[in-house]
């Protein structure tokens, strides 16, 4: 059963609505009630209607003994007023008011939807270069903040409904924001690396900067979200004398540093060419050493086998001499026994030379006589838009029997002027003769 029904005091009923066309929060009263008139401008007919758009939110505020009480009603909502909706109101109302008194209690809509704008104006303040605290650089910052209620309950907590005033409020978020954005601006030289002189460049990177520290002051303090903010200008007063000598002091100290940094360069490359030029002839003396020690060692090779023979003969002539000393005896007559065994040992000794002197002629004889090895034939193949290879004979021949390689295909070797069919080359051509196929089986 509904709490309200005409009241028997036969008063007027209300339409409880906001038709405000901009507006943020805005209190109900009755027709005809002016701020804190009568009591009667709280008071609030049964069966009455309220009639709260989408994107809009109503707030009940009952004064209780144990302080503020609230029900809140978020739209579309057009109906009279039930029990079911307002729980708070539902527990406050009883037989003491016998169904004829109407009850008390503030009514707000608060705008869910809309967006609120602010725009801001920062005066001149100075920003220093942290390497030159001497001189300060006078700024102006200008742009626009745009935020809107999306927790009203911390929004109601934070703000004092009754008497509410959309400039009041909006006078006290512009001063936060001037004081975040005066902060950020003047410590972005030392915090972020950004140039005094080249600030006003800069705006996209401030802006961001300054929204990251911003948006949670304004949801915490205001109870509302920044849904953006806008710097249109950081403007510098060129005509300052801060801006004048701090100009001239980067100047100077920039062109000291890119001399600096050219001297730098040039002796770097003249370092590098050094370097370069010491390096290529190191790596031609060691070729060269190379190429000498190879050399050598080849030449050492060819002369071994002569080398070899004069030592052996060597050998072989002191064994000589030593054999003749043994076909005398002493006082200088002959040694029978001597000489015999001489004669045998010189005979062997005759033989191994004799040995030896083939060897190293046979070797001079196959060193001198033995052919190079024949050139590897190797032929490249193009078949079907692309090239393969080289393919050796042995190579090519399977490629025939694979079907691969025909005597319309192209191919080309090292020494051909161009490309030519396989048919129509010479040292190919044996390549497709056809063999004899094996013979008939026999018939019965």
């Known amino acids: ?61 009952y004064k209780q003994k144990d302080g503020a009480m609230q029900d809140f009603i978020v739209g579309p909502y057009d109906e009279t007023i039930k029990t079911a909706n307002f729980p708070v109101l539902a527990s406050i109302v009883g037989l003491a008011f016998g169904g004829e008194s109407p009850f008390q209690a ?17 005066p001149y303040f100075d920003v220093f270069d942290p390497r030159f605290l001497d001189f300060g650089v006078p700024m102006a910052v200008r742009g626009t903040i745009t935020f809107n ?6 929004f109601i907590k934070l703000n004092r409904l009754i008497n509410f005033e959309l400039e009041d409020f909006k006078k006290q978020i512009k001063d936060a924001v001037t004081k975040y954005i005066k902060q950020v601006v003047s ?19 401030i802006n961001e900067i300054v929204a990251s ?3 949670k002051r304004l949801q915490e303090d205001f109870g509302v979200n920044m849904k953006g903010i806008d710097i249109a200008h950081i403007e510098v007063d060129k005509e300052a004398d801060g801006y004048r000598e701090l100009k001239a002091i980067t100047a100077t ?48 090779t ?18 000589a001499e030593n054999l003749g000393y043994m ?21 062997a000794m005759g033989g191994q030379m004799a040995n030896m002197m083939n060897q190293i002629g046979q070797q001079v004889q196959q060193q001198s006589v033995t052919p190079p090895p024949p050139p590897a034939i190797s032929y490249m193949l193009y078949a079907n838009g692309a090239q393969s290879g080289p393919y050796n004979m042995q190579q090519l021949q399977q490629l025939v029997q694979n079907g691969q390689l025909t005597p319309q295909t192209y191919v080309w070797k090292q020494g051909m002027a161009n490309w030519e069919v396989a048919g129509q080359v010479a040292e190919l051509s044996v390549l497709f003769v056809q063999q004899t196929p094996p013979p008939p089986p026999m018939m019965p």
């Open 149 to 154: 209620i999306t927790d009203y309950k911390g």
């Open 213 to 215: 520290h911003l948006g």
């Open 302 to 319: 060819n002369f071994m086998g002569a080398h070899a023979l004069d030592q052996q003969t060597s050998v072989l002539k002191a064994g």
């Open 1 to 61: 059963m509904g709490l309200f029904g005409r009241g028997k005091s036969g008063g007027q009923m209300n339409v409880i609505r906001c038709d405000e066309q901009e507006y943020l929060v805005w209190k109900w009263r009755p027709e005809g009630q002016d701020v804190n008139s009568t009591t009667r401008e709280n008071s609030i007919r049964y069966g009455s209607s309220l009639r709260v758009k989408d994107g809009e939110l109503a707030v009940f505020v």
């Open 106 to 122: 503030e009514i707000y809509f608060i705008n869910l939807s809309g967006n609120v704008q602010i725009k801001f104006g920062i």
């Open 327 to 347: 076909g005398q005896i002493d006082g200088g007559d002959m040694n029978p026994a001597g000489l015999m065994t001489g004669m045998m040992m010189g005979g």
């Open 187 to 205: 410590n972005c030289p030392s915090d972020n690396g950004i140039p005094v002189l080249q600030i006003e460049r800069k705006i996209l990177e």
């Open 253 to 300: 100290q920039t062109a000291k540093t890119v001399s600096a940094q050219t001297d730098i360069n040039i002796q770097n490359l003249q370092d590098t060419q050094r370097i370069n030029a010491e390096n290529i002839e190191n790596t031609l003396r060691i070729q060269r050493e190379e190429a000498q020690r190879v050399q050598r060692l080849q030449t050492e």
